[in-house]
């Protein structure tokens, strides 16, 4: 098959699925080779393809819209300060930069180009959260970026096939995992060489040269969808707002969401303005969970790329917490911005409340470790991990919610099993937490219990970044509204829900993460589900009684 020729409308989509399979495989070699457990395990990267202007084509189903999403608009930076005309086979770029990558220094981003027969076809990109880059470390404390870490600018990782070893040794230099993190850095690089041989397979197979008409018949179709469904909503303007904690006083996330004719506007105007902590969110992340949240409702089951992300735009105010500028800190940025969602959904459920969920605990709940042990030579200066979990969702309409799931991240639990192995902390306790989803004709999820202590006799340090403790998820149409996440130590003092504590030896952590909301009148809940719940112990018999008018029949007698 000549490119010269035009390409059927067939084969242009069985390419546009090898895509997908190319970036999917791109992503998993990310996976399986990480060296942080919050990518290996966890699934926190995302992994994608690039035409020469810099329009993402594919996307990896491994992965999370907060990388996803605002790595989608990365690509473009790096073609300004590395432009088509200067790459060369066996060059790659690196970033941290929070407002041109993914929002915080724990993002690397590295774009490689993909050349075949010696030229240029495709860019590939990738993205993974990195445990340990310095400074004050994964939480919210910062008072600006700079003290968050190492900040990286845009460079050249690899040029011609070698390595930066300046470059690397200042990586290495910066964390207290140097093992961890270079052997990520060099994980990042080696997906996107895997997804270029996979490319140039794919290209070999069907004969074609370039990607441009696979690429614009892939973009075309893609916008074309999005309008095509946003066509079905009414227009006009819907407004939202909820509360969340915040640092140290509450931030409130105002919303307007206009449907027209050209696509689906946000407007952050009214939000609060930015933190004196790391809970800032640069903008590309902001519109990654915005339009994802878009997505979810009104284009469920088109892919994403720049063309069904382009009808889908976002704007907040200057110095707002939703466009922080910089140096403004912004490690903690995932705990407003994955509230985002829920806030769009609070839109959106005024005119098609049958396709939208009640609010949920949204972001993560992410146990951020971190301490030090004795002996050995080398190697890591002692331990961190982002042991990630999160609460329940909020209740769909037909449906309940999901316990224990993060969502709208995407980001898996990490195992005990795993988390016991990478650090020298013993979980006594992880378990459902029982009555914590909101009750309701559907119920919202369920949140969890964890019980955490230092197995070796020393203390750990707690870098809290928590959310959902004094403003629970809400429920709506008569559900109850989730339980508030709760931190404390077992000896009975209370934790912040933000900020650095320190575990002592011989106490231990307990985390109860938040529930999601319900949806309808709790007497509406169908008997069957009831008697369920409570024989799973999801619900305790006070609270099927209570709230459900509920007693099971040998109770009755």
């Known amino acids: 098959m000549s490119q010269s020729n035009s390409v059927g409308l067939i084969d242009l989509q069985i390419m546009w699925n090898r895509l997908i399979a ?61 432009p088509i005309d200067t790459m060369k086979p066996g060059d790659a770029y690196i970033t941290n930069d929070p407002w041109m ?31 340990d880059i310095g400074g004050i470390g994964f939480g919210p404390d910062a008072t600006d970026v700079f003290m968050e870490g190492l900040y990286i600018p845009m460079l050249k990782l690899f040029d011609n096939g070698r390595v ?36 140039v397979e794919m290209m070999d197979e069907f004969g074609i040269d370039t990607l441009d008409q696979l690429g614009e018949h892939i973009i075309a179709r893609s916008r074309e969808a999005v309008l095509a469904e946003i066509a079905k909503l009414p227009k006009g303007t819907w407004h939202n707002s909820m509360t969340v904690d915040g640092y140290d006083e509450p931030v409130t996330l105002k919303a307007a969401l206009t449907v027209s004719d050209n696509g689906i506007h946000v407007d952050y105007s009214g939000t609060t303005g930015a933190s004196k902590r790391g809970i800032n969110v640069p903008h590309a992340y902001t519109t990654a969970y915005t339009v994802f949240g878009l997505g979810c409702v009104v284009a469920t089951h088109i892919p994403n790329n720049a063309g069904s992300l382009e009808p889908l735009t976002v704007s907040a105010p200057p110095d707002a917490i939703l466009n922080a500028p910089k140096p403004m800190a912004v490690a903690s940025r995932h705990v407003i911005g994955q509230m985002l969602p829920d806030v769009v959904f609070g839109c959106l459920r005024q005119i098609i409340p049958d396709r939208v969920p009640a609010e949920g605990t949204s972001c993560l709940w992410n146990i951020n470790v971190r301490g030090r042990v004795h002996g050995g030579e080398g190697g890591n200066y002692g331990f961190g ?125 307990i985390v109860m993460t938040p529930g999601g909301g319900g949806i309808g009148a709790p007497a509406e809940r169908d008997r069957a589900q009831v008697a369920n719940d409570l024989a799973d112990e999801l619900i305790s018999p006070e609270t099927a009684d209570r709230l459900y008018a509920y007693k099971p029949p040998h109770a009755a007698e």
């Open 385 to 509: 991990m982002a042991i990630t979990s999160n609460g329940g969702t909020g209740a769909r309409p037909d449906k309940d919610g999901l316990s224990a799931t993060a969502y709208p991240s995407g980001v898996r639990g990490t195992p005990v099993e795993i988390a016991e192995t990478q650090t020298p902390l013993i979980f006594w306790r992880k378990e459902f937490r029982p009555d914590s989803g909101g009750a309701g004709r559907s119920r919202g999820g369920l949140g969890q219990i964890m019980e955490i202590e230092s197995g070796i006799a020393e203390p750990f340090d707690l870098l809290a970044a928590f959310d959902r403790i004094d403003y629970p998820a809400r429920g709506r149409d008569g559900g109850g509204d989730g339980e508030a996440g709760f931190v404390a130590l077992k000896s009975g003092q209370t934790l912040k829900g933000k900020g650095f504590q320190l575990i002592p030896p011989g106490d231990r952590l």
């Open 22 to 82: 190319v970036v999917e495989e791109q992503a998993q070699t990310l996976m399986r080779t990480a060296f942080s457990p919050i990518v290996r395990e966890a699934g926190d990267l995302s992994a994608g393809i690039f035409d020469l202007q810099g329009r993402m084509l594919a996307q990896a189903i491994t992965g999370t819209p907060g990388h996803v999403n605002s790595m989608a608009e990365s690509v473009k930076h790096f073609l300004r300060y590395f």
């Open 164 to 199: 930066n070893e300046t470059l690397m040794a200042m990586i290495r230099a910066n964390t207290r995992q140097p093992v961890d993190t270079e052997g990520d850095v060099y994980s990042l690089a080696g997906c996107n060489d895997v997804g270029s041989r996979r490319l």
């Open 101 to 131: 990558g993914t929002g915080h220094l724990n993002d690397f981003v590295i774009t490689t180009p993909c050349f075949r027969n010696g030229k240029l076809v495709a860019l590939f990109s990738c993205t993974s959260h990195l445990m």
